[in-house]
């Protein structure tokens, strides 16, 4: 991946925090953040990027960030991600960092000073709430059940959220909620901003989930009349499913770009083993059908961020990049997998252990073929602009 002149030295110094910081910590506690400490290890090591001079490359600079765009970020967070903790250390993980992101295009004056600000600085952490249960929004957003009903001086928004991702412990919500229409139907969506003090938001219980290194957890979250002001609505009623993306294009790289180093780390221990490891006469690394493991995964990280800076280049160019981030998320999703399984075989019972970082990983990108929309859901958008533009090439 080639890096400016300008990125390079956050580079560095990223490399450097993350392997001297941060990676101890992540293998000590086998990447589970709250084990590791939760919100005090977070304060701890956003500490220590801030005197590093890496502290939130991607938020704007008048929030005290780097303001780097998507093809600046892509190095930066790949250094990061590494270490499982590593975007913590940044504050670049989800679901803040998407969230900065989006707040920084839309809101207002007074929002940006109340919830923009906090949340870049790392003073707050925050939440993006719109999954819910069967029959809710999941992979089709449009079945959005949680309603938000006018009232005197605002909303009140009733509905039950899940997956909600660093919910235990936000500092506040961006709540996606029906303002009209009816679950299936097209629009009628509107973002939210609750402070976690609202009352009426609860956050009820901590969803198992297999990954464990993302701050908060994956909860479920109950809004029970819960009052949200006019001047806490974020972009226009009506609006939402427009505004978020804003969001979600962004965010999908973002997650190619940091489980590329979570999955690069799992790689090179697996050559590191493979090349001390003799079995059967010669090194493991001699062997063809090791060689094309190895052979495999290079091609897979290649082709990952060969399509990551594609699609980056197109956002940086304001262009949404549909098309581009869907390809490139399906395709990294399923090729770092791919990678992350490699690397265990290669290095055979340790791979599965805990004795080398490689099951973690593992276990920790696993979703990512489920996060930001299924790799199926994405081929199908794929699939339906392809035939668009055939049809429309055809019949001009």
Not at 68 to 91: I, Q, T
Not at 205 to 228: I, K, N, Q
Request: net charge negative; proline share 5%; glycine share 12%.
């Amino acid at each position: 991946m080639q890096v400016s002149q300008e990125v390079q030295p956050i580079v560095e110094r990223t490399r450097a925090l993350v392997r001297e910081v941060v990676l101890p910590l992540d293998d000590e506690h086998d990447g589970d953040i709250e084990a590791a400490g939760g919100e005090p290890v977070r304060a701890r090591l956003q500490a220590a990027a801030k005197e590093a001079g890496v502290f939130a490359p991607h938020a704007p600079v008048d929030c005290g960030g780097l303001g780097l765009g998507m093809v600046d970020r892509a190095p930066v967070f790949e250094e990061a991600g590494y270490s499982l903790f590593g975007p913590v250390a940044l504050n670049i993980n989800a679901p803040d960092e998407g969230n900065i992101h989006m707040l920084d295009h839309i809101a207002s004056a007074a929002q940006r000073e109340k919830y923009l600000e906090p949340l870049a600085r790392g003073d707050v952490r925050s939440a993006f709430a719109m999954t819910e249960p069967a029959p809710g929004a999941g992979a089709d957003p449009s079945m959005l059940a949680t309603r938000a009903t006018r009232v005197d001086g605002g909303w009140v928004v009733n509905g039950l959220k899940r997956f909600i991702t660093g919910a235990d412990g936000a500092g506040f919500f961006i709540t996606m909620a029906r303002t009209s229409g009816e679950p299936g139907g097209p629009g009628g969506a509107t973002m939210f901003l609750m402070p976690a003090a609202t009352e009426g938001l609860t956050v009820t219980r901590h969803v198992g989930m297999v990954d464990t290194s993302m701050l908060g957890g994956h909860c479920e979250v109950l809004y029970e009349d819960a009052f949200v002001p006019d001047e806490d609505v974020l972009g226009g009623v009506d609006e939402g499913f427009k505004y978020a993306q804003v969001r979600l294009g962004p965010a999908r790289m973002t997650h190619v770009m940091r489980w590329t180093g979570a999955v690069r780390r799992a790689h090179e221990v697996a050559v590191s083993y493979v090349a001390g490891r003799e079995a059967f006469g010669s090194r493991l690394a001699d062997q063809g059908m090791i060689q094309q493991l190895i052979a495999d995964n290079e091609i897979d990280l290649a082709a990952t961020r060969a399509l990551l800076m594609e699609a980056c280049r197109v956002l940086d160019d304001g262009g949404r990049g549909n098309k581009e981030t869907s390809i490139a998320k399906t395709f990294a999703a399923e090729a770092l997998h791919r990678v992350a399984d490699r690397a265990q075989q290669m290095c055979g019972g340790l791979g599965v252990s805990t004795e080398l970082p490689v099951a973690k990983i593992a276990r920790e990108v696993r979703p990512f073929r489920i996060y930001d929309g299924p790799s199926e859901v994405h081929r199908w958008s794929i699939a339906k602009r392809a035939v668009r533009a055939i049809t429309a090439e055809q019949d001009a």
